[in-house]
């Protein structure tokens, strides 16, 4: 099942894919497919846990047998008005350092003994198809991550590896955008002050609004076989510049999920952007960033493809 937030006039709506790639408006969809409490947002399924999803599963399933009921509610996906798919999750969790490529491509760094990652702003976020703005006090060094992440889909604390994927419910793409200006003050000044400043400068380069565009929507991990053998690619104007397949993980989802919420509690729809794939523009040879006018668009396979255009 895929699922996603449309925006609409009236505000944001959960909704649902169907049949032939149409999207049904479960804020407007007649009554006699809504099963059980009609939901008004996708946190809210998600919260609801087993008993929402599957509600939601039966909401489609009616609608797909009643297409000519729906027609008020349904819409192409193409012609969709993307939000967030959660537009507000209590937290998003990105991690870094995470692809044994990327590692390579930015010096060799070496393999870090446990996960390293930072927190994104609800801020950040942006639909598919909405413009990144490019921000006129840092305009120059504008980077493309283009990342598989998982959603939750329970309430999550203090978890071992071997139950941590019993809380998650599914997948999405993020683009963890990155304003680079700020990477040279992580290698300038006295240790160990110098550096620390340099790398919450890098942070604060990701977390500009709209800096986190992510969707178009949530694929319950149902439909998902196996996480590690999917093909991510990331394109800037319809050239590759990330390819990859996600076994080149270094930590995988249960270690993520176990290793953090030791510290933070994750809440159904919060989501985790798993790290960026080797071919970042800042680590190429001669670097490579986005402008006003170019598009990036992030293809992973089985979930669709986030795009978005830079104003």
């Known amino acids: 099942m895929k699922l996603l937030t449309i925006d609409t006039a009236d505000g944001y709506h959960p909704a649902v894919v169907v049949g032939d790639n149409q999207v049904l408006d479960l804020a407007t969809a007649p009554d006699s497919v809504i099963s059980g409490r009609r939901p008004a947002s996708v946190r809210e399924i998600l919260e609801r846990g087993d008993e929402g999803l599957d509600a ?96 939750f889909g329970r309430e999550c604390h203090a978890v071992s590896e071997g139950e941590a994927m019993d809380y998650v419910m599914g997948y999405t793409i993020a683009n963890d955008v990155s304003a680079r200006d700020w990477i040279p003050d992580i290698y300038k000044g006295e240790p160990p002050f110098g550096p620390i400043h340099g790398w919450e400068r890098n942070i604060m380069g990701k977390n500009l609004p709209g800096f986190t565009p992510c969707g178009p929507v949530i694929v319950t991990k149902d439909e998902i076989s196996d996480p590690y053998d999917l093909h991510l690619e990331t394109r800037l104007n319809g050239e590759v510049m990330q390819e990859t397949k996600t076994d080149d993980l270094i930590f995988k989802i249960s270690e993520i999920v176990s290793y953090y919420s030791q510290w933070y509690r994750f809440r159904p729809g919060d989501f985790v952007t798993t790290g960026s794939p080797s071919g970042v523009g800042v680590g190429r040879d001669p670097q490579v960033f986005m402008h006003a006018g170019d598009t990036v668009e992030i293809e992973l396979e089985g979930v669709g493809t986030l795009i978005n255009t830079l104003a």
């Not at 297409?67 to 939000?83: E, H, I, P, R, Y």
Request: hydrophobic share 40%; glycine share 10%.
């Open 56 to 151: 939601t599963r039966r909401s489609a399933g009616a609608a797909e047998a009643a297409m000519d009921a729906c027609a008020g509610s349904l819409s192409a996906f193409a012609d969709t008005n993307f939000a967030p798919p959660v537009p507000d999750p209590w937290l998003i969790f990105s991690v870094g350092m995470n692809y044994g490529r990327h590692l390579a491509e930015m010096g060799n760094t070496p393999r870090p003994p446990h996960p390293a990652g930072f927190i994104k702003t609800r801020d950040s976020l942006l639909g598919n198809g909405k413009a990144i703005r490019v921000p006129p006090q840092c305009p120059d060094m504008i980077d493309y991550e283009g990342e598989f992440c998982f959603v």
